[in-house]
């Protein structure tokens, strides 16, 4: 089945960039999602379709996807936006829900 | 307001069977696809299960296919997840999802935590 790699963890500055990765085989081929999710909390949508935000999710929240990377970027990182990142895609396998492994974003 | 509502959690021994309902308001609930996701303690996410607007096609998780049951009910709003065969490895917090395109999930419930284990 198809796996979706992503760093345990990262550390950014309040005010700096947090850039969140997620390797997959030829990923700039599928459509990635990617959900937030605070301590004791439901995941939140926070991208979806590589780029597009839900409504209600700031504009410091953007993705991009190409070749066998898909990238979370978060601009002007705030304490509030600690929390574990799930990336998501859909693979014509056996199991066709992949979820990353999830990274821990810590805000310093 | 979409709101999703899980319930049905619980301890159960190995197994055993459970049913979790999720019940949702806010949104026109025969129109999207619906998913099951659950999360074990401490660790990532993983989808269990979807299942069409209608009912007619529904797809699992290798790991839980010929144990687990999706359904849903469009006239009282509610998803459905039947689970037998518990095994202590389904412990985890099992969530509703809508998914509107089949491949993402756009709103969640709080969760229901199931616990296997004697």
């Known amino acids: 089945s198809y796996v979706l790699t992503q760093p345990p963890s990262v550390s950014v500055a309040p005010g700096q960039t947090a850039r969140i990765t997620c390797g997959g085989n030829?990923?700039?081929?599928?459509?990635v999602h990617w959900y937030q999710q605070k301590p004791g909390q439901a995941p939140v949508l926070v991208v979806y379709?590589?780029?597009d935000r839900p409504s209600g999710i700031p504009e410091r929240f953007s993705g991009s996807n190409s070749g066998n990377t898909a990238t979370l970027t978060i601009s002007r990182v705030e304490a509030g936006d600690e929390a574990d990142y799930y990336c998501q895609v859909w693979d014509s396998s056996s199991d066709p829900v992949v979820f990353g492994g999830g990274t821990k974003l810590t805000v310093l | 307001e979409v709101q999703l509502v899980e319930s049905g959690g619980g301890l159960v021994q190995p197994g055993g069977s459970l049913r979790l309902s999720c019940a949702a308001s806010?949104?026109?609930?025969?129109?999207?696809?619906m998913s099951w996701v659950r999360q074990a303690p401490g660790k990532g996410l993983e989808w269990v299960a979807n299942?069409?607007?209608?009912?007619?096609?529904?797809y699992y998780v290798d790991s839980v296919k010929g144990r687990f049951t999706i359904s849903r009910d469009n006239a009282k709003n509610s998803l459905y997840l039947q689970m037998n065969s518990l095994r202590a490895e389904d412990t985890a917090v099992y969530y509703c999802?809508?998914?509107?395109?089949?491949?993402?999930?756009?709103?969640w419930g709080q969760g229901t935590l199931v616990t296997v284990s004697s």
């Open positions: 030829n990923i700039g081929s599928k459509s």
């Open positions: 299942i069409k607007q209608d009912g007619s096609e529904k």
């Open positions: 379709d590589d780029s």
């Open positions: 999802a809508r998914a509107p395109a089949w491949t993402y999930f756009d709103y």
């Open positions: 806010g949104f026109t609930f025969s129109s999207y696809w």
